[in-house]
């Protein structure tokens, strides 16, 4: 089944085109990697299907049969899209744990699921937290707040674990990141892959990609879209 759709997608910021008619189709339980120089829009890309509207010059983006170029960003996280990007946000005054509850519970509302006491929370929390090995400690420290990079990214993989997204967008997740922190991040990723999850991936690094074996990689050159099964001589 077809997850994601995009159709004819033309990307400008500011006047400037970024993408021109890009078209991609990613079904379900697939791992696509995204390559480029810096600049060529992967992120830019990833912002888009996370619902930057003013991005869109043209084209459709249909995402679980349901055309979501209109859609609001929260909306399309709701709906499944999860984007964990490069440079990760910090909050003071708001606990990591209270943070992922309110978006736990937030996205089971929306689905007209129960919501969970915090008690009930909290042992799926801690049952994730066993899976990437993150210090419980950095659940009653502001979210994100002088986490190393590993701790982010480590965090952000919990997200995935704890809200189960249908589509998977990590931007650099292997960027500035140890060893162990690097299995557990793959770990997770061949993991959901065997649930039907679906990735698109943006890396500079071809070690990374020959551990995941992914379905396609996709490298972004002059605004347009080249896509491959396996590491070439221009990857």
């Keep these: 089944m077809c997850l994601l759709n995009i159709k004819n997608l033309n990307i400008k910021i500011k006047k400037k085109k970024i993408i021109n008619n890009l078209n991609l189709k990613i079904k379900k339980g697939e791992i696509h990697f995204l390559l480029g120089k810096n600049g060529s829009g992967k992120t830019t890309l990833a912002l888009t299907l996370a619902g930057k509207k003013k991005f869109i010059n043209k084209g459709k983006i249909i995402f679980n049969k349901k055309n979501i170029n209109k859609y609001t960003i929260d909306k399309i996280a ?26 736990y519970n937030n996205i089971r509302e929306y689905k007209n699921k129960k919501i ?16 990437i090995n993150l210090n419980k400690k950095l659940l009653k420290r502001s979210f994100n707040k002088n986490f190393s990079s590993g701790e982010k990214k480590k965090n952000e993989i919990l997200q995935i674990l704890l809200l189960k997204p249908k589509l998977i967008i990590l931007d650099e997740i292997d960027s500035n990141v140890d060893n162990n922190t690097l299995k557990k991040i793959i770990y997770v990723i061949k993991k959901l892959k065997k649930k039907k999850k679906s990735f698109i991936i943006i890396t500079h690094n071809k070690n990374f990609i020959k551990k995941i074996k992914p379905n396609f990689i996709h490298i972004i050159k002059n605004k347009k879209i080249k896509t491959y099964t396996k590491i070439n001589n221009e990857i």
């Design 78 to 103: 709701k709906e499944g899209l999860f984007v964990s990007f490069q440079n990760n946000i910090e909050i003071s005054g708001l606990t990591n744990q209270y943070f992922l509850y309110e978006i």
């Design 116 to 131: 969970l006491n915090i008690i009930q929370f909290k042992k799926k929390l801690y049952k994730n937290i066993k899976i």
